[in-house]
């Protein structure tokens, strides 16, 4: 049984959603009250979550990656090219960007990591099988930056990365099946590799990018950069899922699907 299958057994058996969801969240942990500048506050009832929460909650921003780096690269959606998008919740487009102009070094990755994304939705998909959210209504130009040129390009690249890392190391203390923790620090460690060669095109391009939150670290060439996002101790940011929507809120429209809101 391959990876894929054995975490749909995992979030298909009744026993183990109900033996998850009977761990309680640590009050407040995913409550919201986080505020990006400029955009909505987020918010979530407190309550257990189970492991399909997780995972979908995980969905919700992989579809954003997939959505950002496709379009980006070939001016397509993820939907024009045989990537699954419905589900449970409340579906809705993609809308904003375009292709960008990259030197050949920045497309390079950008393509790399463009089918690194696309294979995050298909496998997060597959493990949830009929439980999987829809793909919710998404503003790619929410922030009015992005698709310009190549810094604007870089400067949503490196966020939405930074980003990634830290929801997943987030919600592995969450995580009490070892075939989703396994899966899930799998898919970090890669948002971790893209995260890194962003910065250092980041800092080698002399882009000097926003401080998304208080707790993000920007790259080398912005103000309190470092070149990677890790805290005093060496150890790389943990976000809570409020703590993510307060920053990724404003590309979700209609919010996002699943439990976790």
Excluded: C
């Amino acid at each position: 049984m391959n990876k894929a299958e054995t975490l749909k057994e995992l979030v298909g058996n009744s026993v183990s959603r109900r033996a998850f969801a009977q761990r309680t969240i640590t009050a407040g942990l995913w409550t919201g009250g986080a505020i990006l500048a400029g955009g909505a506050t987020s918010t979530v009832s407190a309550q257990s979550v189970s492991d399909v929460d997780v995972l979908n909650f995980a969905l919700n921003l992989e579809y954003l990656e997939a959505e950002f780096y496709t379009v980006a690269t070939t001016g397509r959606r993820i939907a024009d090219i045989g990537v699954g998008v419905s589900g449970t919740g409340n579906s809705g487009a993609t809308t904003g960007g375009a292709a960008v102009s990259l030197d050949s070094r920045s497309r390079a990755v950008a393509e790399h990591v463009t089918l690194d994304e696309q294979q995050h939705v298909r496998f997060l998909r597959d493990a949830l099988g009929s439980a999987a959210v829809a793909k919710p209504a998404i503003n790619l130009e929410a922030l009015g930056l992005g698709f310009r040129n190549q810094a604007e390009f870089l400067t949503l690249a490196r966020a939405f990365e930074d980003l990634g890392v830290s929801a997943y190391a987030g919600a592995a203390n969450l995580i009490s099946s070892r075939a989703l923790l396994m899966a899930a620090a799998q898919i970090a460690l890669t948002e971790g590799q893209h995260a890194g060669v962003f910065r250092l095109l980041v800092s080698d391009n002399n882009v000097r990018v926003p401080q998304v939150d208080s707790l993000d670290v920007p790259p080398l060439m912005s103000p309190n950069g470092r070149l990677f996002q890790v805290d005093g101790n060496g150890l790389s940011t943990a976000r809570t899922a409020a703590q993510v929507l307060a920053v990724a809120g404003p590309f979700f429209p209609s919010g996002v699907n699943g439990n976790i809101r």
